[in-house]
């Protein structure tokens, strides 16, 4: 069993940024792509970053150039860095891990959700 616990969210202005967390509680968090999503009010759940164990990472075009993921292997933590953030934005950010290795295949997990507004 994985428990996924993100911080960080709150409450800033247009243009200003935001470093997410996500903390990785239980087993081989190596064995797991790191994702995090957004869901704004009346709208579906969208990716917004991935980051394989390896490191590679993936962005939604909307966000590449300002938003970038990270993760430490050896504290079990993911990272989403939110720069020049935007009104529409705001959101509930998402921390998800999906299962990329044969011990892990078809597992995912999600976090809670931490709350951005990005507002003046």
């Known amino acids: 069993q994985v428990e996924l616990v993100e911080n960080g969210g709150g409450l800033v202005q247009p243009g200003g940024s935001l470093r997410l967390s996500c903390a990785f509680y239980?087993?081989?968090?190596?064995?797991?792509?790191m994702g995090w999503y957004r869901q704004a009010p009346g709208k579906q759940r969208e990716l917004v970053a991935v980051i394989t164990s390896g490191g590679s990472t993936n962005y939604a075009e909307s966000v590449k150039g300002r938003f970038t993921s990270s993760r430490d292997n050896a504290k079990n933590m993911v990272y989403l860095q939110s720069n020049s953030l935007k009104p529409e934005e705001t959101a509930v950010y998402y921390c998800n891990a999906l299962g990329n290795a044969y011990e892990t295949r078809g597992m995912e997990y999600w976090g809670q959700g931490t709350q951005v507004t990005v507002s003046s």
């Open positions: 239980g087993n081989i968090f190596s064995a797991y792509a």
